[in-house]
């Protein structure tokens, strides 16, 4: 059974940083994907960064060179480092991941498993 435990988020002011943490259990690795998704207040969801099964990391362009997806193996946990935040990443974020065998090229945010959501607030 694949469960995922978030943490982290807050509230920050425009500049700052945060780091998000879900720790996961269930998931082989190797044989998932697992992406950090976002919900904006009044918005759709956004698949925000995703990590392939071979570790190969892709970024929305609104986040790139300012978020870092990566996973430590050896404690079974995703982080997404958020530096340089901006008001518009203000959001309700989610960890996810799935074993679909097109994982690595799925643009979607269908993923089969999700993590409780935590809040990210950025003031300006």
């Known amino acids: 059974q694949v469960q995922l435990v978030v943490s982290g988020g807050g509230s920050v002011e425009a500049g700052g940083s945060l780091r998000l943490s879900c720790r996961y259990s269930g998931v082989t690795n190797g044989n998932y994907c697992m992406a950090w998704v976002r919900r904006p207040p009044g918005q759709e969801y956004e698949r925000v960064a995703r990590?392939?099964?071979?570790?190969?990391?892709v970024y929305m362009d609104s986040v790139k060179g300012r978020f870092t997806i990566s996973k430590d193996t050896t404690e079974n946990t995703l982080y997404l480092q958020m530096d340089s935040l901006k008001p518009e990443d203000t959001a309700t974020y989610f960890c996810?991941?799935?074993?679909?065998?097109?994982?690595?090229?799925?643009?979607?945010?269908?993923?089969?498993?999700w993590g409780q959501g935590t809040q990210v607030t950025v003031s300006s």
């Open positions: 990590m392939q099964r071979r570790g190969y990391a």
């Open positions: 996810t991941a799935d074993d679909k065998h097109y994982c690595d090229i799925y643009s979607g945010i269908s993923y089969k498993h």
